[in-house]
């Protein structure tokens, strides 16, 4: 405790002041590193529900990702609606699409769902390059995206994309906190922990593994959107499997079920490269050994969640221990 804050609060206190402050003093390109950081940490955020708190396997996050993008980008070139309206539209498609593509794969454990997962990924990409119903743009993708526009305001420049992206971080890490507090994530972390013991207690496994799904693609779909405001463009090469890859990553380093552990995870794993930029042909050589390291001396993580504490019923207690 420090005085009577507890320190990891002092310790978020102090880095969320560096992070506001960041726009003072980090030039333009800084500015652009640390808005890639925040939409990987939304979407590393999305993909912690399924793979954190499910326990469920999913190298394909990035379909929906991409199912976010290409629904803001086609409505916004062919009606002209105002991007950041498309936000709940670009989450309602990418969930119905997880509700679909998920459902008949739900009973699917381990390594099997993983890479059925995988092809689901590839499928899209490959639908999105053919020019799927003629309106993907095919591998060129799509041109011409609107910026937003926020209370009357533009926004175009890094400075102010940091403000938008970082805000939805935050709101992001209250919503999945208070999720994971609540007697959904409860349940969640049941199935994580013994999925057979959690069905015996009276959990409906299948509607819960099916719900994280759809709200974790839901939420990278939103993430989806505010990419294609920010780069104006977008293509399926910017959806592949290796992007779903990133994601899976910075969440096993940061920490599997840890919301912190996720935020660190995409500190290192995007915006650390930035700083090595010289030493690019080195840098999956380095990046292979920290993640060898990672399983063999930190396998919950650098930040792994915290265990959970539950009250004490005294009266209970007293009843046992007169």
Known sequence: ?????????????????????????????????????????????????????????????????????????????????????????????????????????????GDYLCIVTIGVGEIVRIALINDIFGITGGANGIFG???????????????????????????????????????????????????????????????????????????????????AAKMMTIAPESFNFWESVLMFTLIIMGGSGSIPGVILGAFLIIGLPELFREFKDARMLVFGIAMVAMMIFRTGGILPPRPRKYPIDHAQEGSVNP
């Open 1 to 109: 405790m420090i005085g009577r804050i507890p320190k990891r609060f002092f310790v978020y206190g102090v880095l969320t002041a560096l992070l506001v402050s960041a726009p003072l003093h980090l030039n333009n390109y800084w500015l652009d590193v640390l808005n890639n950081v925040g939409l990987y940490v939304i979407l590393g955020l999305s993909l912690n529900l399924i793979v954190g708190h499910s326990g469920l396997f999913n190298l394909g996050h990035a379909a929906f990702y991409a199912m976010g993008a290409y629904t803001a980008a086609i409505l916004n070139t062919l009606f002209h609606i105002p991007i950041l309206m498309l936000i709940p539209a670009s989450a309602l498609t990418a969930g119905i699409f997880a509700l679909i593509i998920v459902r008949p794969i739900i009973h699917l454990r």
């Open 145 to 227: 995206i609107s910026r937003p526009i926020l209370f009357g305001m533009k926004i175009s420049k890094p400075d102010e994309f940091f403000w938008l992206i970082w805000i939805f971080v935050a709101i992001t890490v209250f919503l999945f906190y208070r999720l994971e507090q609540s007697r959904f994530g409860r349940a969640l972390n049941y199935l994580r922990e013994d999925e057979v013991a959690a069905e015996g207690s009276g959990i409906n496994t299948a509607y819960y593994k099916l719900a994280a799904f759809v709200l974790g693609a839901a939420w990278a779909g939103m993430a989806g959107t505010i990419y």
